[in-house]
């Protein structure tokens, strides 16, 4: 038997939600967020669904991810034997970006004429690409896509989306695809099995400072969806691995949290050539100083913030 837990919450709270890294249960709910009044930024609705019945503790966790909600008591129902992660993504639509098209189990239709689909289903792992920073990273790549590259990273890869897109475009490319969570990365080798992505290289890994992830450098594309507090904190470690030239895509942050993150890889040489703003979230197109960034001391990785998921 499953359950579902709803709250009411705001836009601004949900999409917090799809960034954030861990809620502090196990095992991990998969969390839905609504728009319940067409166009009204404060009327949104969270559900959560578990394989079991939450307890207190769960409650408790969910609950805070929504201070709106604070004093509501919140909707707790069982949902029998029906497959919840299926129901929890009956409302996502297939998303079209560029050349590529990305759906859900749950969805049916044929993959239109000239796309490269991807099934990415939601669960221990965030990523199905329906976030803003996830498909304007996907359409940040495919604009990209008349560009040679020959050793690509993708950092916080979640559910592999991003390290799969870029190894559609560059199939000679060396592509390495990192997470934080052995989960996402043994989600990330499910979704490769199923899509027929192969040679994809798979890294648990706290940002880029893996002896795996070093021992490849340079590379000459960096994919960073994950949050502004992190990839300021990563730059230079992050610039560290960058081949002189190399392009970087960055995302995970809101449109006001831009400066500071431009500003922090400015400090490592790192150049903004494009912003793609999608609503309240923005994606970054900096291309790497013309020397390689050498930090001026060694990173130590406990002083960095945590980081999350790709979404």
Not at 45 to 54: C, G, M, T, V
Not at 165 to 180: G, K, M, Q, S, Y
Request: charged residues 20%.
């Amino acid at each position: 038997m499953s359950w579902k837990l709803t709250l009411p919450c705001t836009r601004a709270e949900a999409e917090a939600i799809d960034a954030a890294e861990d809620f502090g249960i196990d095992p991990a709910p998969v969390l839905m967020t609504t728009e319940t009044v067409e166009d009204d930024t404060e009327t949104w609705r969270l559900d959560a669904y578990f394989e079991a019945e939450p307890d207190e503790a769960a409650i408790a966790a969910i609950t805070a991810l929504v201070p709106s909600a604070a004093g509501q008591a919140p909707q707790i129902e069982a949902l029998g034997d029906e497959d919840w992660v299926t129901m929890s993504q009956a409302g996502l639509e297939p998303l079209s970006v560029g050349r590529f098209y990305v759906h859900t189990a749950a969805q049916a239709g044929d993959v239109p004429a000239g796309k490269r689909a991807f099934l990415i289903d939601a669960g221990r792992a965030f990523g199905t690409g329906h976030h803003e920073t996830t498909s304007g990273c996907l359409a940040m790549l495919d604009r990209l896509a008349g560009e040679t590259f020959g050793n690509a990273i993708d950092l916080g890869t979640g559910t592999g989306l991003l390290a799969f897109a870029a190894r559609e475009l560059w199939p000679e490319a060396r592509v390495i695809a990192t997470d934080i969570d052995p989960v996402a990365i043994d989600v990330t080798a499910e979704n490769a099995r199923l899509n027929g992505v192969e040679r994809v290289e798979l890294v648990v890994a706290d940002g880029a400072l893996s002896d795996a992830i070093t021992a490849a450098a340079p590379y000459d594309l960096l994919i960073a969806n994950i949050l502004a507090g992190p990839l300021i904190s990563m730059a230079p470690e992050v610039a560290a691995i960058a081949a002189p030239g190399a392009t970087i895509v960055l995302a995970g942050l809101l449109e006001t949290q831009r400066g500071g993150v431009v500003a922090a890889y400015a400090a490592c040489g790192c150049a903004l050539e494009e912003v793609d703003r999608r609503g309240d979230w923005s994606v970054l197109r900096l291309t790497a100083g013309a020397e390689r960034f050498v930090p001026s001391g060694p990173i130590d990785p406990k002083g960095r913030d945590g980081w999350a998921l790709d979404l």
